[in-house]
């Protein structure tokens, strides 16, 4: 089951592999956790309005007006005079269209922002995962090397009681188990630091098992790259509000209905009345021109982000393919590293049996073929990795 959050680290101890679990299944668990979906919320409230403000029958709020008027300070004649109104603003010309195409650039924009979060997660459980997974192999690693020295001191030992071997031979041995235990005991802890990395961010206790994604097409990004199609969503959503504002420049047209009761001076009888009045108010560019120099900086800023995020992305991509093709080169070299590594420890060893090369000779070459086992492990989980990351760039969801 998930966790919250704010759990104690000691809640975790290690991760286990669940195969029931899919890459799929963890990523909406961690995007439903992710710190940014408050603003996710927010935003479909926000876009919820904008559709409200739209679709309502008047563009703004109506008002009403009561006035009282008497000469009892003046001419004191007996006049009253009482007034009820009710203002109702009107559509300007095009208003209601302007504001149904910002709305729904609004929405658009946060189903790609939501879809944009979402690769943003995938990124970081991918991240999280091959951590996760570099560390186990150098967990393991670290294991295999003790097992390895402990056999070694156990085989000194051994030659030394016999006679075979001087006491020095013996303390080298010891020596060098103890330091393949330090590396252990540190693996484990970047173990241990990787996996409550991955636990923060899903709040799971397992992880699906480790399976390599497939190496997406050559593709550069365009606006169907989820991190582009939400500044491509701003550019349009700032030109919208642009033409909102120019539509809007000018305050509302106002229908005046109101209903009069009176009675004139020395008049025992009151009249009543209806009347109708417009108010159109006029353009002014004292005020509207601010307010049209805010909107044209808007969309001058939404399109700079545009143009900045795709450079970003054309250079993660260059660098994920370049990265990619570097680990590739470097498996290759790894490998026949690794063949040679082992065939001379082989050597070392049947060599050190039979006395004709002594324990620091051997020590030598077993550290150097432990060497060729750690890269090539991490070089086939580095091209992996190098893949997902790759993906990533390209804006493949897993």
């Given at each position: 089951m998930p966790l919250s959050a704010g759990a104690e680290e000691g809640e975790l101890e290690r991760l286990q592999i669940d195969t029931a679990l899919t890459l799929g299944g963890v990523l909406l668990t961690a995007f439903e956790r992710n710190p940014q979906q408050p603003l996710l919320q927010a935003g479909s409230v926000d876009a919820e309005a904008r559709a409200r403000h739209a679709l309502a029958a008047l563009p703004g709020a109506p008002a009403i007006n009561m006035r009282h008027q008497n000469d009892?300070?003046?001419?004191?004649?007996?006049?009253r005079e009482w007034e009820a109104g009710l203002e109702l603003p009107v559509w300007l010309p095009g208003q209601r269209a302007a504001r149904e195409a910002v709305a729904r650039e609004a929405q658009g924009g946060l189903d790609a922002g939501r879809t944009s979060l979402l690769l943003e997660t995938a990124g970081q459980l991918r991240d999280a995962l091959w951590d996760v997974a570099m560390n186990v192999n150098a967990v393991d690693l670290a294991a295999a090397r003790v097992k390895s020295a402990q056999a070694l001191e156990h085989d000194?030992?051994?030659?030394?009681?016999?006679?075979?071997?001087?006491?020095?031979?013996?303390?080298?041995a010891q020596s060098e188990t103890l330091q393949a235990q330090t590396a252990h005991l540190r693996a484990q802890a970047e173990l241990k630091h990787a996996e409550h990395r991955y636990w923060m961010l899903t709040g799971l206790k397992h992880t699906p098992v480790f399976v390599e994604e497939p190496l997406a097409g050559e593709t550069r990004p365009d606006d169907s790259h989820p991190l582009l199609a939400v500044s491509a969503r701003q550019i349009a959503l700032a030109q919208e509000e642009r033409n909102l504002t120019r539509v809007e420049k000018r305050e509302n047209p106002q229908l005046l209905l109101n209903a009069r009761h009176e009675r004139g001076a020395f008049d025992t009888e009151y009249d009543s009345s209806i009347g109708v009045a417009v108010r159109i108010p006029l353009s002014a560019e004292v005020r509207s021109a601010p307010m049209l120099a805010k909107a044209e900086m808007g969309l001058a800023q939404a399109m700079s982000n545009h143009e900045q995020r795709r450079l970003a992305l054309l250079t993660a991509m260059h660098e994920a393919e370049h990265n990619l093709e570097v680990t590739r080169s470097e498996l290759v070299i790894v490998e026949e590293q690794h063949r040679l590594a082992q065939e001379s420890l082989r050597l070392a060893r049947k060599a050190f049996e039979l006395g004709e090369t002594d324990l620091v000779h051997l020590m030598r070459v077993q550290a150097q073929a432990y060497e060729a086992e750690r890269a090539l492990g991490n070089r086939q989980i580095q091209l992996k990795w190098d893949i997902a990351r790759f993906n990533q760039a390209a804006g493949v969801l897993p």
């Open positions: 009892v300070i003046g001419s004191g004649r007996n006049l000194v030992l051994r030659r030394h009681q016999a006679g075979e071997l001087a006491k020095t031979d013996v303390m080298l």
